[in-house]
């Protein structure tokens, strides 16, 4: 366990750690159209140093089948990087299956981002090598990540110093934020089952009322995961959420990492939605503290301001 800033550095580790330590066995890398930005970005960094990526396709769901992964490999391919829960849609993939598959190449390891995932839907890790999260997505502080990695996988460090968290990742501990992170998981892994329900059925509650106001598109399917739901609206999505905002309704565009950039979400569209659709689509995030009123509320105050735009 190596305690980070969050998600964004243990991906960054995990995935140029293991490129640079094991790139005497190859080149090639393997991940997704729809990963998070931190992790796509780091890829597109390898690809300046020489490492050659493959970038594969989505369902229109937004997963990833075990079959597309072993379909994408290569005699000098070293790692797989693929996220279990999507952070726009809620897409789950078959992180075990995958892993399990993966075991069959030994020169090949597999990281998964499972910031999504941790403390919220059933995650089995026996078959992962490295696995990146952030606490904040727990309650947790910002700022306070953690890379697990299976031993004995090495890693080239992203900083050089003193030589803490085993050499991976040098500079002064911090010590509350580590033990904060250790309570924050607990806490949220001992009630992982009793808030899935929970959520599974605001989930229900939601989609049941998002679909009863027209010109709405649900995006994430029921075999999502239930903490996100992703829909278009037919008027301009940032107008919408500040409108929400001033209801103090909070809920983004796409991945907060990039909801400063107009563009449309590049995970839409690998998922094949058009681009006015994929522009205009909002994303809403339960938590184990969200409740029925709440859904209520937001679809009411959604109805309002969406009958006021038009």
Known sequence: MIFTSGATESNNLAIKGVSYMYQNRGKHLITTKVEHASVLEAFRQLEKKGFVVTYLDVLPDGSVTKEMVLNAIREDTILVSIMAVNNEVGAMNPIEEIGKELKRYPKIFFHSDITQAIGKIPLSL?????????????????????????????LEPLFSGGGQEFGYRSGTDNVPLNVSAAKTLRLALSNLKENYEKIDALR?????????ISGIKIHSTPACSPYIINFSVFKKASVVVEALSKEEIFVS??????????????????????????????????????????????LEKLEQILNKIR
């Open 126 to 154: 026996e078959y992962v090598d490295l696995a990146s999260l952030s606490l904040h997505k727990l309650h947790g502080f910002k700022g306070s990540g953690i890379l697990l990695k299976r031993n004995p996988i090495d």
């Open 204 to 212: 229900n509650r939601l989609i049941q009322g998002l679909n009863k």
């Open 253 to 298: 565009t796409k991945s907060a990492c990039s909801s400063k950039k107009s563009s449309a979400s590049y995970v839409l569209l690998a998922m094949g939605i058009e681009e006015k659709e994929a522009q205009n689509a909002l994303r809403v995030s339960f938590s184990d503290e969200s409740t029925s009123e709440e859904v209520d509320i937001f």
